[in-house]
């Protein structure tokens, strides 16, 4: 049996006026959006990481350059969705994903499963395989001042029957 897990990690900065997408969706009573060059989708940015860094096929950034236009305002759904099709070109099949997002506000947890039920079947897993908790950064740091959000990842991927 072959397993590897892999580790993400992205931060983007927030801007009043922007839409906000976490999790693959909108959070609409976000006071703040994330700047980047996708949709700036943290929680995808750093599953994509995590994924790819577990099947050693670089990172996200290799994958779909922020210097490319062809992913200028992208959904990042799309990118996760191409993380998962390299994965299964390898024959890797993703086992499970834990997540944790650092914001400050909003509160993540009113949103937790609409995130699971977006993400997982990008992945072709099970909700139950999608780990998604929040914490905030006690007010210290540029996510504590709100001006940025970060989230880590970490996947467990394999190849044959577990």
Known sequence: MNI??????????L???????????ELTDAPK?????SDADVLIHALCDALLGAANLRDIGYHFSNTDNRWKGMDSKFFLKEVAQLLAEKN?????VDCTIVLEKPKINPHI???????????????????IKATTNE???????????CAYAVALI???SL
């Open 4 to 13: 590897r897990i892999g580790m993400g990690f992205d931060v983007h900065e």
């Open 15 to 25: 801007e009043a006026g922007r839409n906000f997408y976490l999790g693959g969706i």
């Open 33 to 37: 959006g994330a700047v980047g060059h």
């Open 92 to 96: 890797w099949l993703v086992g499970n």
């Open 113 to 131: 499963e609409a995130m699971k039920k977006v993400l997982a079947p990008l992945m072709n897993v099970e909700e139950d395989a999608v780990s």
């Open 139 to 149: 007010t210290l740091g540029y996510v504590g001042r709100e001006e940025g959000v």
């Open 158 to 160: 394999y190849k044959g």
